[in-house]
């Protein structure tokens, strides 16, 4: 099974919470492998986990998950990079 990067990005928490299903983790988990851009978002979520592990209720500031989406939206449709002829 083959997964694009969008849908890796909802399985995101749930494979930090580690409540995916293991075929499910394991495609995510060889996504990561060679994918720059989401092992970067998994980084990232996850330092933002660490940061707030201490009891306190994690919440996500309202939007962060739609913004942080529309970001990648914009990354992934840019021109690509000019390359020299
Ligand atoms: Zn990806």
């Known amino acids: 099974m083959v997964i694009e990067c969008k849908h890796v990005w909802n399985y995101i928490s749930e494979y930090l919470d580690r ?8 495609t995510v988990q060889r996504h990561l492998e060679h994918c ?3 092992s970067a978002i998994l980084d990232s979520t996850r330092n933002i ?3 707030t ?3 306190r209720v994690f919440e996500l500031p309202l939007g962060f998950s739609e913004r942080l989406h ?4 914009q990354e992934f449709t840019k021109d690509p990079p ?3 002829a």
């Open 19 to 26: 409540t995916l299903d293991a075929a499910t983790r394991d």
């Open 36 to 38: 720059e851009i989401c």
């Open 49 to 51: 986990l660490v940061l």
């Open 53 to 55: 592990a201490d009891d």
């Open 70 to 73: 529309s970001r990648l939206e």
């Open 82 to 84: 000019l390359r020299p």
